[in-house]
């Protein structure tokens, strides 16, 4: 994680986590750009109770088009959460289903009135006006078997994208995964997209050579295979 910065106050509020993983669930925060509150990137392991993951899973299943995401329902300030003095909140479960690139999109509650325990904060960055990476950069993410990669947000025009892969590539250790360490794919380059916003998605085929950037050691090469998009949006986010 980053060392915490000063900054303008900012004022609680409602964040949504989108959902990824089967055995192990983590949830990854919607940020807006243009908003204090909002201009984090985070990525957290939950430790949900047993029902909620059933429901989760269950629903899911049923409607495969759809994402999930946990909501808290007692507004909150998100460095809290990173820095890790808050590691619960009251919570509700939506689905969540959009169309084109989140022009149209329906949040329905499936169940409330639980409690959101986070295990563990993976990565939590305040968004700042750093330089646009020269390639497409990921975090990836998870546990076990089980790999996500989500982009890495730096600021206007840029787009959250959440995609599982179908394994975890060779070379990718638990704790890679465990710590969400970044990864470069150099076939497709970033440099801000001219400043254009990114109406399609980046990654058009199934599989990807990747640098994953775990240190002073060096890049380690390793191969992306993607199985199901878990999140896509230009559209809060940019707003």
Known sequence: MTPRHQHAPEDPSGHAFILAGREAIHGYHLAMFG?????????????????????YLKDRARHPDSWHAVRNTREVL????????????????????????????????ISE?????????????????????????????????????????VRRPHFEQICTLQQVPEGVTQDDLANAVELTIHAVADNGHDGRPWTTRPLPNRSYDALLRRGPSGPVPIRLDLDEERWWNITTLNA
């Open 78 to 109: 998100l460095p809290p959460i990173g820095y890790g003095s808050v590691t619960e909140y009251p919570a509700r479960l939506d689905r969540v289903t959009q169309t084109g690139n989140g022009e149209d999109r329906v949040w329905e509650p």
């Open 35 to 55: 908003r204090a509150e909002h201009a984090y990137q985070v990525v957290v392991k939950y430790d949900l109770p047993q029902e909620i993951a059933e429901t």
């Open 113 to 153: 009135g639980f409690t959101a325990r986070i295990q563990r904060v993976l990565h939590f960055r305040r968004l700042s006006d750093e330089d646009f990476p020269e390639d497409l950069t990921y975090l990836i993410y998870g546990q076990g078997d089980e790999a996500h990669i989500c982009h890495r947000l």
